[in-house]
């Protein structure tokens, strides 16, 4: 009977043990799981983190872009303006100084022409004044 208790004893000990080892195992396995798991979070939370930093990035770079485009466009606006009035100024700075032109070709023809009868006027007083070759009378 002790022998059979022993045999018992041990029996139920070894399957203690083996119960143990089957636990630790499985707890150790859950430990390796567990870490793995936390890991991949963590690589996965700095994955997402290195992609939201990338699309800030590239939201930033379009938001540049467009401000820049819009400065560019409003510099255009500014230039096209600029030229504009500078083609109006121009032209009518043309067409005062053709009209200033035209007005001093016209004092000019006028004053030529007042000229010329004064000097026809002098002519024909002279010829007025000049004797006039009597004819004599027989």
Do not use: W
Request: aromatic share 2%.
């Amino acid at each position: 009977q002790a022998r059979q208790a022993e045999a018992v004893g041990k029996a139920a000990a070894q399957e203690l043990k083996e119960e143990v080892t089957r636990f630790r195992d499985a707890a150790e396995k859950t430990k390796r799981d567990l870490a793995s798991a936390i890991n991949r979070y963590h690589e996965a939370e700095q994955s997402r983190k290195r992609r939201s930093q990338e699309f800030h990035r590239e939201q930033d770079t379009r938001i540049k872009l467009q401000l820049e485009k819009r400065e560019e466009q409003r510099y255009q606006a500014d230039v096209q303006r600029c030229l504009k009035k500078e083609i109006h100024d121009q032209t009518a700075q043309l067409g005062r100084q053709s009209q200033l032109r035209l007005h001093a070709e016209q004092n000019l023809q006028m004053e030529q022409a007042s000229r010329m009868a004064t000097m026809d006027e002098l002519a024909a007083t002279k010829a007025m004044m000049q004797p006039q070759p009597q004819q004599q009378q027989q």
